[in-house]
């Protein structure tokens, strides 16, 4: 029962998605260029240069950090990030935030259940990133032990899914 609940709290935060009657139409990264709050991640999208990538056919599940989730992180981080000299740096925190495959919120939370509280996803980068319920919230916990919590889900694309979340998250450093 209470896994029920806790399925029905996470579905029903889907609601809550951005522009949900013209996402079905558009691609990831059309519906990411329509969100005011997801400006910088097009912006960095952009200067990796992976437009076209995430505009394929896929499918992908994307996380896609909020303009906040960018802001969290340490002064200067994010100019730094999209200077031509640092593209590969970028472009591998960004597909850390890519999984390959359709991943609806329904997906995750059986794959999160079947893994007795936890699932390991393998990121488009090649790391692993970790997503499990905490407070009822989906959260996903990176290789550094980062948290974000996804805040709204299925925003339904033609080339798979977008799941809204309040922080960056990075692969473990090597």
Excluded: C, R
Aim: aromatic share 4%.
């Amino acid at each position: 029962m209470k896994s029920v609940k806790k399925i029905a709290l996470f579905l029903t935060m889907s609601l809550f998605s951005l522009g949900a009657i013209a996402q079905a139409k558009s691609d990831i990264v059309t519906i990411a260029a329509g969100s005011a709050d997801h400006t910088t991640l097009v912006a960095a999208v952009k200067a990796a240069g992976l437009v076209e990538t995430l505009k394929s056919k896929g499918p992908f599940t994307v996380f896609a950090p909020v303009n906040a989730a960018f802001n969290k992180l340490p002064d200067g981080t994010v100019e730094s990030l999209l200077k031509p000299e640092n593209k590969a740096q970028l472009t591998g925190i960004l597909t850390y935030h890519v999984v390959a495959g359709n991943l609806d919120a329904k997906a995750v939370l059986a794959a999160i259940q079947k893994g007795g509280g936890k699932a390991v996803l393998t990121t488009v980068a090649g790391s692993k990133l970790t997503a499990s319920l905490e407070d009822g919230k989906v959260t996903l916990t990176d290789g550094n032990g980062g948290k974000a919590i996804v805040t709204a889900t299925d925003l339904k694309a033609t080339n798979g899914v977008i799941h809204v979340i309040d922080t960056v998250v990075l692969p473990a450093a090597e």
